[in-house]
């Protein structure tokens, strides 16, 4: 996969205990010492749509900074999105972060970019030159005092598209994604590309619940994406992978009713699923998002902020896919033999779909 030049690929390491001080929007130090001296870290995070609770992304997010709480004394306030909420909307999320002394400031989705130089973090990080921010999933915004947090979704969802294939009993999968972007396609054209690794003639029936024109509304959507869903398997699919967030559970629900199986993306969600749901979930694509929030927050505590995008992805324990349930158990080593060739470099994974 090519990368921009510049570009930074980040090897998960271990968790050290570290002392951070901050400086709000004015330079001025966010905490004092407590907790056996270690300073107080005021962190921000902004949501995307759904929030935490959302069984995916969000959630995702929080459980980073869930994790720097074992070695971090945090401050920490967490902001949600309003659905149909403006550009202006998202800014003043971000400033009101900024302005109350929260440094860094972690802006969850690319929903927080819009336009690369006018849109909310663009106007964020200018409005806020002291604090460092960092957005997760976009690479388009450059700033001095901004970190781009981003994936190889497209690897990681190779891997689940041959998990696909490997257990489909049809010969037809289908994919569902929340929102008809740039960043959706890399999961469905690296699904696409381990399924058909598989069995060359494999079909895949993609569907988008939504564009950027609804606001992308299709990721918090279940009764939609249950019904999208219910129509592959109607239409003789066995498998359905759906990159959704919150419009997930409805596939998961159409799965269950219809007797066939589904994947979960960005956490393992077989583990957070309702009991009568876990039972279709065949894997997920893991997204680790809160490696990514994690890393971000200990290395700015340590001193350590790169400005610019890094890229987790399978070499990183950025992406991968979860095993919760047993149904990948006859087929996992199949599947680590294709993660490592593609971590080799023998296997290149498409980050479009062949359609565009």
């Known amino acids: 996969m090519r990368r921009a030049r510049g570009m930074k ?17 004015g330079g001025k130090s966010s905490g004092g010492n ?10 921000g995070l902004a949501y995307d749509i759904g929030g935490r609770g959302d069984k995916s992304f969000n959630d995702a997010a929080a459980a980073g900074l869930e994790r720097v709480k074992k070695d971090l004394n945090l401050d920490v306030k967490e902001l949600e999105a309003n659905k149909d909420e403006t550009d202006n909307d998202k ?29 909310p973090i663009a106007s964020a990080a200018k409005a806020c030159p002291n604090t460092k921010f960092a957005i997760i999933d976009d690479a388009s915004v450059k700033a001095p005092n901004l970190a781009n947090l981003t994936f190889a979704e497209e690897q990681g969802s190779f891997l689940v598209g041959a998990a696909a294939a490997l257990k489909s009993k049809t010969g037809k999968v289908g994919f569902i994604g929340g929102c008809q972007v740039d960043l959706i396609k890399k999961f469905e054209a690296g699904y696409v590309a381990g399924a058909k690794a598989v069995k060359a003639d494999i079909q895949v029936e993609p569907n988008y619940l939504s564009t950027v024109a609804d606001k992308c509304s299709g ?8 019904t999208a869903a219910e129509g592959m398997f109607d239409q003789g699919a066995d498998v359905v992978y759906q990159a959704a967030g ?3 559970t409805g596939v ?15 956490s393992d969600q077989y583990e957070t699923s309702a009991p009568e749901l876990k039972d279709v979930i065949l894997t997920s694509m893991l997204k680790r998002v809160d490696n990514a929030v994690f890393q971000f927050v200990k290395d700015e505590g340590e001193g350590k902020f790169t400005a610019g995008e890094t890229v987790f992805d399978l070499k990183a324990d950025g992406v991968g ?16 033999e294709y993660k490592q060739q593609i971590i080799d470099g023998k296997i290149t994974v498409p980050s479009k779909p062949a359609n565009g």
């Open 91 to 119: 800014l003043s999320r971000l400033k009101l972060l900024c302005t109350s002394g929260y440094n860094p400031v972690i802006a969850v989705g690319f929903a927080y970019a819009g336009d690369k130089d006018t849109g």
């Open 9 to 25: 690929v980040l090897v998960i390491v271990g968790v050290a205990a570290v002392a951070l001080g901050t400086a709000a929007c």
């Open 219 to 226: 990721f918090n959507d279940p009764a939609k994406g249950q």
């Open 321 to 336: 896919y979860s095993t919760s349930g047993g149904k990948l158990d006859d087929i996992k080593s199949k599947l680590d």
């Open 34 to 43: 407590s907790d056996g001296g270690k300073k107080t870290v005021k962190v």
């Open 246 to 248: 919150g419009s997930g």
């Open 252 to 266: 998961f629900k159409a799965a269950k009713a219809k007797g066939k199986l589904a994947i979960g993306v960005d």
